[in-house]
T-cell receptor, first 115, second 119 residues
Framework: GAVVSQHPSWVICKSGTSVKIECRSL??????MFWYRQFPKQSLMLMAT?????????EQGVEKDKFLINHASLTLSTLTVTSAHPEDSSFYIC???????????FGQGTRLTVV | AQTVTQSQPEMSVQEAETVTLSCTYD???????LFWYKQPPSRQMILVIR??????QNATENRFSVNFQKAAKSFSLKISDSQLGDAAMYFC????????????????FGQGTILTVHP
């Protein structure tokens, strides 16, 4: 099956610093990738849609200047949390839309803790 | 906008028994897909089963089956012969079948149901 690798799996950073999370489709091309945020025991909330070669589409209420998304190739999208604060601590999950069969595959997620 | 509702925050079942998780959705679209995902403690999202709206036949995957009632906009998941490994959070999700638009492929999730399996 198709594999999506998300890195890092967990990260701790100091308040005010920036953190980059990578989402790679290892064995397929993904024209579209999605970034979700999940709080403990809650649902996944879509943050933004990342399309290769174009600007990301952010959901209402998501600060595009805080959550920078880049989708420079058909296999890689990155989410950068800028000037992170404790309230940004959360679980971030990416999914990649398979260009051929339009199935979405999930990365293993990244647990971000801002101290 | 589409919405997905899971009205059971928690469910429990005895090992080897059957349990049904409920899901309702709201949409004005005629072409869409519905999914059930499992999220175990590792938090990796695992696709359990998928249903295309245009198909009348209910999808089945081994011990997992759905009851898709399109008119009622209901999409329940039945787990037969429950196993300890089935314990997880289960999410119902909706995806538009409309290939146009920049958000094609995005999933709208329900609130989730935590399933506990008792030995």
């Amino acid at each position: 099956g198709a594999v999506v690798s998300q890195h890092p799996s967990w990260v701790i950073c100091k308040s005010g610093t920036s953190v980059k999370i990578e989402c790679r489709s290892l064995d397929f091309q993904a024209t579209t990738m999605f970034w979700y945020r999940q709080f403990p025991k809650q649902s996944l909330m879509l943050m933004a849609t990342s399309n290769e070669g174009s600007k990301a589409t952010y959901e209402q209420g998501v600060e595009k200047d805080k959550f920078l998304i880049n989708h420079a190739s058909l296999t890689l999208s990155t989410l950068t949390v800028t000037s992170a604060h404790p309230e940004d601590s959360s679980f971030y999950i990416c999914s990649a839309l398979h260009a051929m069969n339009t199935e979405a595959f999930f990365g293993q997620g990244t647990r971000l803790t801002v101290v | 906008a589409q919405t997905v509702t899971q009205s059971q925050p928690e469910m429990s079942v005895q090992e080897a028994e059957t349990v049904t998780l409920s899901c309702t959705y709201d949409t004005s679209e005629s072409d869409y897909y519905l999914f059930w995902y499992k999220q175990p403690p590792s938090r990796q999202m695992i696709l359990v089963i998928r249903q295309e709206a245009y198909k009348q036949q209910n999808a089945t995957e081994n011990r997992f089956s759905v009851n898709f009632q399109k008119a009622a906009k209901s999409f329940s998941l039945k787990i037969s012969d429950s196993q300890l490994g089935d314990a997880a959070m289960y999410f119902c999700a909706y995806r538009s079948g409309n290939a146009g638009g920049t958000s094609y492929g995005k999933l709208t999730f329900g609130q989730g149901t935590i399933l506990t399996v008792h030995p």
